[in-house]
Structure formats: C-alpha cells, structure tokens
C-alpha cells in the first residue's frame, strides 16, 4: 500500500531554517507529484507547492517563492522541503502528499514545526 | 493567491442533506475541472473525498457528491451521518499550474 513517512517534530528558533522529510513507498515514485500542504494551530490548510520526483521540477505557491526549498533523492524514494528565516507564524503542521490528477488520496501523517525563541 | 471562499459552518440533523459552496473565480474553480474535497477530523490528516470536481475515489460513501457550476464548486453530503462531524475543504488548480485550498467549512451533525 502507498505510504509517506515524515519525519520528526522540530523545535527551531526565530531565524533558523527546518528541513522536512517524506519518504515514499508503495508505489513507483516517480510517477507523482509530492504536494505540501501545512496547517497552523487551528487554521485552516495551505498548499505550499509540489515537486515532480521525475525531473525535480517545482511550482511553489506565491507566498513560498524565495522562502522555500523542495528537493526530491530518487536513490531513497525521498522529497524534501526546507523552510527558511522562520518566525512564529511558520508554527504549523507540515503535510506531504501524493498527487494523483487533482486529488491528494494519500498524505503523510504530518510534522509538527514549532518556532519559539 | 486568495484563499477560495467557504461558508464557516453548515449543520443538519442527522438523515438530512447539507451543501457546502466553495466559490473562486475564473483563474481557478471556473477554469478547470480540477476541483477536490477533504474531510479532516481533529489531530488527523486531510482524507480526500472528491477528485476532478465529481469523482469519488475509492471507499469514499456514495452519499458524497461533488458538482461544479461557473466559479463555484459544491460538496453534498446526504443522509448525513454522526461521523461526517468534521472540517471539510476544497482545494483547486490555478491558473498558474499552482493550487489553492478553500477557507474550511465546519460541518455539524446536530
């Protein structure tokens, strides 16, 4: 079955920049999009970009643009996103998830990015 | 890119049916058949519900159903059940091959 597994809980300070993992199994990976999605405390979701794990071509939401990093290792089935000069509102849950046309039908279960000083 | 619009909150009893609108413009709901929806329950991740606008994937219930007409997409839950008690998004294709998700809508089943 199709799995994304993510990694950690990160604690960073103001300022600092956190990278993201996401693991893919259970399906060939280059075939879909990885889409990333994050969601602050008791907000809603906001798409952040997608990579293609086949080229490493990458569609970053306006916002993201010169603020975020996706990259992708095909050698491990891996994506990843790096976030950088965070600040407290980057405290969100970080979300990848497979792209399949225009749904998400399979997401990792999250990491937690908690930016305090 | 603004958020698409979505009403706060729906609720209805349970047996009855509710729609939830998600309106954006021509740059994104109105341009494509790309339009898909998410149920989310506390602490878990999104769970998608309809692709392409009206497609159901697999193991999603029958008493889910997407439509589309001009800017506005919508998402019908008949029959509403006790477990259907969640926050729901739509998510679409932009213009500029980006994407853009709703505002989220509480769904209560009184």
């Known amino acids: 079955q199709v799995q994304l597994v993510q990694s950690g809980t990160e604690v960073k300070k103001p300022g600092a920049s956190v990278k993201v993992s996401c693991k893919a199994s259970?399906?060939?990976?280059?075939?879909?999009?990885i889409h990333w999605v994050r969601q602050a405390p008791g907000q809603g979701l906001e798409w952040m970009g997608w990579?293609?794990?086949?080229?490493?071509?990458?569609n970053y939401a306006q916002k993201s643009q010169g603020w975020v990093t996706m990259t992708r290792d095909t050698s491990i089935s891996t994506v990843y996103m790096e976030v950088n000069s965070l600040n407290s509102d980057d405290t969100a849950v970080y979300y990848c998830?497979?792209?399949?046309?225009?749904?998400?039908?399979?997401w990792g279960q999250g990491t937690l990015v908690t930016v305090s000083s | 890119q603004s958020a698409l619009t979505q009403p706060a909150s729906v609720s209805g009893s349970p047996g009855q049916s509710i729609t939830i609108s998600c309106t954006g413009s021509s740059s994104d709901v109105g341009g494509y058949n790309y339009v898909s929806w998410y149920q989310q329950h506390p602490g878990k991740a999104p769970k998608l519900m309809i692709y392409d606008v009206s497609n159901r994937p697999s193991g999603v219930s029958n008493r889910f159903s997407g439509s589309k007409s001009g800017n506005t997409a919508s998402l019908t839950i008949s029959g509403l059940q006790a477990e259907d008690d969640g926050d729901y998004y739509c998510?679409?294709?932009?213009?500029?091959?980006?994407?853009?998700f709703g505002t989220g809508t509480k769904v209560t089943v009184l």
């Open positions: 990579i293609s794990p086949n080229s490493g071509a990458t």
């Open positions: 998510t679409s294709k932009t213009s500029s091959a980006s994407y853009v």
């Open positions: 998830a497979r792209g399949v046309s225009s749904g998400y039908p399979d």
């Open positions: 259970g399906y060939t990976f280059t075939d879909y999009n």
